[in-house]
């Protein structure tokens, strides 16, 4: 009778488990990873049109409760720089080139104030990156004055 030897190491079978294992799991850890890169960057755009918000509200309260008016577009300098839409008189109030673009993804703040018949009103959004297409105050991204 032959003795049975103690087999040393792992079969080829027990092997490609394995590998199919971590495959699984860092397939589920990278699309988890893009989901929350994506998610961090409209943050920061989220939190760019809070500071613009202060700007307005500055600019308001420098002004005797007076909105600024809607005036021009304006980019900045660098390849990421944000793209303003009728923030002309805010630029003081901002720094420049301060709200840049994450690599790969483009916003667009937009400032509209009312006319001169209602200028008591006015509206601040952010659109562009992974927010929805439309702003609303539910996802965070538009104030009204």
């Keep these: 009778m032959q003795k049975n030897k103690k087999r040393k190491g792992f079969t080829l079978i027990e092997l490609v488990i394995v590998i199919v294992i971590l495959g699984i799991l860092a397939g589920v850890a990278a699309l988890s990873f893009t989901d929350v890169t994506q998610s961090s960057k409209d943050g920061v755009a989220k939190a760019n049109l809070r500071a613009m918000k202060s700007a307005v509200t500055v600019y308001q309260s420098s002004h005797k409760g007076a909105l600024p008016a809607a005036a021009g577009g304006s980019q900045g300098g660098g390849a990421n720089s ?37 200028p008591e009103s006015a509206s601040l959004s952010v659109t562009g990156g992974g927010l929805p297409a439309t702003a609303t105050e539910d996802a965070g991204t538009l104030y009204n004055f």
């Design 82 to 118: 944000a793209t303003y839409v009728g923030m002309a008189n805010l630029t003081d109030l901002l720094e420049d080139d301060a709200y840049t673009n994450p690599v790969g993804y483009t916003y667009t703040y937009t400032y509209t104030a009312a006319t001169a018949t209602t």
